[in-house]
């Protein structure tokens, strides 16, 4: 199992930047992809981005494409998502996870996740 310590949130304005990270532990942190999803009140849990373990491929949920990226530093046991021209519909709890299989295309589903970290809440402004 995976330790997934999220940070990061925070009440913003609508068109700014938000950057949150994931600290992982339990695991080798290299070996596994990595993901992040979003679910907001009254909503289910929406995917928002993956990575693969090497860093090497993305995905993105159709909602944050070209706005937000993630990143990971294998070395430091961290995942990143840098969120850009927030929205007020991007307002949601965020969550770190970890897939039990991700073969660098396409999105992945809550289903797909065995691990989850707690959560941070981001808040865009209108």
């Known amino acids: 199992q995976v330790q997934l310590e999220e940070s990061g949130g925070g009440l913003v304005q609508a068109g700014d930047s938000l950057r949150l990270s994931c600290a992982a532990s339990?695991?080798?942190?290299?070996?596994?992809?990595m993901a992040w999803f979003r679910q907001a009140p009254g909503k289910e849990r929406e995917f928002v981005a993956a990575?693969?373990?090497?860093?090497?491929?993305?995905s993105y949920g159709n909602s944050v494409k070209g706005r937000f990226t993630i990143s990971r530093d294998n070395a430091k046991n961290e995942v990143d998502l840098q969120m850009n021209s927030l929205e007020p519909e991007d307002t949601a709890v965020y969550y770190c996870?970890?897939?039990?299989?991700?073969?660098?295309?396409?999105?992945?589903?809550?289903?797909?996740?065995?691990?989850w970290g707690q959560g941070t809440q981001v808040t865009v402004s209108s």
């Open positions: 996870a970890v897939p039990s299989y991700y073969t660098g295309y396409g999105p992945l589903f809550a289903s797909d996740i065995v691990d």
């Open positions: 339990g695991r080798t942190f290299s070996k596994y992809a």
């Open positions: 990575i693969t373990w090497s860093g090497g491929s993305t």
